[in-house]
C-alpha cells in the first residue's frame, strides 16, 4: 500500500508564488517517475511537470521558466515551485508517480490533490 499526500496549495494573487509538496509513505521499494498534473475547473486532467529518477525534467510549455520541479529522493518527495503565477494556473494539483512496491511491480499511484487558486 502507498499514499501520495500533497501539501502547499492555497490562495495566492497573481504575480505571487506557491510551493507544493507531495510525500510518498507506504511499502514503497523505489520510485521512478514523478510527475505533477493538474486539472482546473470543468476541464481535463493535463500533465505540468515530469522529473525521471535519472534524467532530464518535462514542462509543459505555459509553464516553462515559471515551475521547478524538483525531488527529494531520500524522503520520497517531490516539489514544485510555482513563481509568477497566473490566474489561469488555477485547478486542483494532483501528485503522480511510478514507484515500485515491495513483491510486486512498477504501478502509478495518484494523490488527492490540493487546490491552487490565483485571483487578479
Known amino acids: 500500500q502507498v499514499q501520495l499526500v500533497e501539501s502547499g496549495g492555497g490562495l495566492v494573487q497573481a504575480g505571487g508564488s506557491l510551493r507544493l509538496s507531495c510525500a510518498a509513505s507506504?511499502?514503497?521499494?523505489?520510485?521512478?517517475?514523478m510527475a505533477w498534473y493538474r486539472q482546473p475547473l470543468g476541464k481535463q486532467r493535463e500533465l505540468v511537470a515530469q522529473?525521471?529518477?535519472?534524467?532530464?525534467?518535462y514542462y509543459r510549455d505555459s509553464v516553462k521558466g515559471r515551475f521547478t520541479i524538483s525531488r527529494d529522493n531520500a524522503k520520497n518527495t517531490v516539489f514544485l515551485q510555482m513563481n509568477s503565477l497566473k490566474p489561469e494556473d488555477t485547478g486542483v494539483y494532483y501528485c503522480?508517480?511510478?514507484?515500485?512496491?515491495?513483491?510486486?511491480?512498477?504501478?502509478?499511484?495518484w494523490g488527492k490533490g490540493t487546490l491552487v487558486t490565483v485571483s487578479t
Open positions: 507506504g511499502s514503497i521499494f523505489s520510485i521512478n517517475t
Open positions: 522529473i525521471p529518477d535519472t534524467g532530464s525534467t
Open positions: 503522480q508517480a511510478a514507484i515500485r512496491v515491495l513483491l510486486r511491480g512498477l504501478n502509478d499511484y
